[in-house]
């Protein structure tokens, strides 16, 4: 297991201060934040190349803090691939053979076998120079995990590839991943690469962990409007909680009252997907589970399939999917009267800020 | 592989300004060893390469100037690589100090030399036995203190365009810091470190202010190819003068186009684009 505690680091105005983070076993952990919001910083701290200024780093119960990059047996991948270009291909995965002399049989071993998980052999005697980019990163990926590493750090491996060598590559980092149950690291601002790669999420916004939790979790949970802004939540509504007699919290929102959980009472704000609001022409029938508002169709854009409405309601402005059928079958467009509709279940209030 | 823009006039005259001042500098270079050409005869050539002194000097010239450049790189590398990868306190200062040597005039150089071994920590070394005034590695030191700028200067800047996160991985992968220096930043780095070389060397060899002040003109000792010219011209002896200095272009030229083909091995940037 590898443990960050209290890791503090400060660079001009910038702070990045890591409380508590654990990272299982061969878990696949994606830091996930926008540009600014430390990620590099938090992962080359784990590597040894960026030395805190107080805190601790543990790998497998192992106080590491004080230990050079080359005796921390990390795996380091970054965006531009950085293969050495006066070495083969080969020669490349290999580098770090030559400098654990106790492991080399061990490590020439694993080479192999990674050579043939990624499907590198019939590059190996090329030189560096002509490999395209999704070449070079599988080189690069290769290289890293040669030495057998306690934790596998990828700093955006994927960013600087075109969109169908991503994907692919997105599921070979993957299949690896599974293969080998290294414990990996990964740092991406890219929420739909968090969302397929990720065993477990942390969000990370100017220095600090803003939540940390399995994928759905901080997909359908978000612990805050940033968090709930950040992963392309674009409904962050307001509402009324309330508690009865019997201590059931209600929401209302416009003229509806439903049933939904809370912790807070007040003023709060929730979010709910636009996927998880439909759209009625008339007024929908009146359930106890669901929140129906009133309001003007804004705006329209066609996605293909689907339709995106931007729908003014009286709460704010409600962005909807619908199906492209559907909606022109009603005979509705823009500027048109409709009603939404807002499941109990699919209703997320978010936390306070403090 | 190159690529034929679309030009239009404005463009071609763009071109042809550009051109027109490369064009007007190899001329004025061109010129110049042309009008010495013109100006020697072939009994003062003959002359030149039949001498023993003449080619006692050459060689002590292309001695001097090759162990010159070889220390200047045992300090260029380490130190252009400190210069560009670390921050430290007058840092800015340090970086402007090793290009004064650049600024001084050759003649300073040279009293500077003179009065520095006078000095007591002068005077210690020469007690030590080592001795430079009017010297033979009084000639390399001078020489040292002339040119090993243009190297530092020249490998600091291949070390700022050298990645640096081929080092970080290297580390992980093993390497101590000094094992990424060597096996990584300084193997990246060669060709930058082969043209401080060409630059130390082309300003050694040709250096002589100094020389005249703080080792002499003794032949046979300390005479080098410029010191020659000096001394041809001194008696008169022009035609003389200018032929050696025609044998020490002939020899500067070859190493350095020999240099510059072993370092550059691509001859244009991909940058490169045709003109016409």
């Known amino acids: 297991m590898i443990v960050l505690s209290n890791l503090q ?13 654990e990272i299982q076993p061969g878990e696949y952990l994606v830091i996930l934040g926008p540009s600014g919001a430390g990620k590099s910083v938090l992962l080359l701290t784990v590597a040894g190349l960026i030395r805190p200024d107080s805190g601790q780093l543990f790998f497998n119960g192992g106080d590491v803090t004080g230990l050079p990059p080359e005796k921390r047996d990390v795996g380091l991948v970054f965006q531009e691939a950085n293969l050495f270009p006066h070495l083969t291909v080969a020669k490349n ?86 293969e080998l149950r290294t414990t990996t690291l990964h740092v991406t601002h890219d929420r739909s690469e968090a969302f397929t790669m990720a065993d477990r999420i942390a969000i990370l916004n100017e220095g600090r962990l803003a939540q940390v939790g399995p994928r759905e979790e901080i997909f359908t949970r978000p612990a805050s409007e940033f968090v709930a802004r950040f992963l392309g939540v674009e409904n962050v509504l307001d509402a009324f909680a309330e508690q009865d007699a019997s201590g059931r919290t209600f929401l209302r929102i416009g003229e509806s009252r439903l049933p939904a959980p ?43 399939a689907v ?3 931007v729908v003014n309601c009286p709460v704010g402005d409600v962005v ?35 | 592989m190159s690529v034929h823009p679309v030009t239009g006039f404005r463009s071609r005259l763009f071109t042809a300004s550009i051109f027109l001042f490369l064009v007007l500098f190899l001329l004025l270079v061109v010129a110049l060893i042309a009008a010495d050409i013109g100006y020697v005869d072939l009994a003062s050539v003959k002359e030149v390469l039949r001498s023993r002194e003449i080619r ?37 200062l340090a ?10 005039p050759p003649l300073v150089v040279g009293l500077s030399l003179l009065v520095f071994f006078r000095t007591r920590v002068g005077l210690w070394l020469e007690s030590m036995g080592l001795e430079f005034i009017y010297q033979r590695r009084g000639i390399v030191l001078a020489q040292f203190f002339v040119s090993a700028s243009y190297g530092i200067r020249a490998i600091k800047t291949t070390f700022d365009e050298v990645d640096r996160r081929q080092e970080d991985v290297a580390l992980t992968l093993g390497c ?75 020899i500067a030229t070859v190493a350095l186009i020999l240099v510059r083909l072993l370092a550059y091995p691509r001859a244009t940037p991909r940058s490169a684009r045709r003109f016409w």
């Open chain 1, 93 to 178: 995965i290999a580098f770090g053979k030559r400098y654990r002399r106790k492991r080399a049989a061990e490590i020439q071993q694993r080479v192999e076998l990674l050579i043939d998980m990624l499907n590198i052999r019939p590059l190996l005697y090329r030189t560096v120079e002509g490999l395209s980019g999704g070449e070079k990163q599988r080189v690069a990926i290769a290289r890293a995990l040669s030495i057998g590493p306690t934790i596998l750090l990828l700093d955006e491996p994927l960013g600087l590839l075109d969109q169908n060598t991503r994907e692919e590559l997105r599921k070979e980092l993957r299949r690896v991943h599974d």
């Open chain 1, 307 to 309: 339709l995106r409405l």
């Open chain 1, 262 to 304: 809370s912790q807070y009472q007040g003023r709060v704000r929730f979010c709910v997907r636009p996927e998880d609001v439909s759209l009625h022409p008339h007024v929908p029938p009146r359930t106890e589970a669901a929140a129906s508002l009133s309001g003007t169709v804004k705006s329209i854009e066609d996605r293909g």
């Open chain 1, 9 to 21: 680091k400060s660079l001009g105005s910038f702070r990045l201060l890591i409380e508590q983070l």
């Open chain 2, 56 to 92: 006692s000097a050459a060689v002590l010239s292309l001695w001097t100037s090759t162990v010159t450049t070889a220390i200047a790189m045992v300090f260029a590398v380490p130190m252009g690589y400190a210069l560009s990868r670390y921050r430290f306190p007058g840092r800015i």
């Open chain 1, 320 to 354: 909807v999917l619908c199906g492209k059928q559907q909606f022109l079958g009603s005979g509705l467009s823009c500027s048109s009267s409709v009603w939404l509709r807002l499941n109990a279940a699919s209703i997320h209030v978010l936390p306070r800020p403090d």
């Open chain 2, 176 to 250: 101590t810091r000094a094992q990424a220096f060597w096996r990584v930043a300084v193997r990246n780095a060669r060709q930058g470190i082969v043209a401080g070389a060409i630059l130390t060397w082309a300003r050694a060899i040709g250096l002589f202010g100094p020389l005249i002040v703080f080792v002499g003109a003794v032949r046979m000792k300390t005479e080098v190819l410029p010191t020659t010219v000096y001394l041809e011209t001194s008696i008169g002896r022009i035609e003389v003068a200018l032929a050696i200095a025609l044998l020490l272009i002939v």
């Open chain 2, 95 to 104: 970086d402007t100090i090793v290009d004064l040597p650049i600024v001084f």
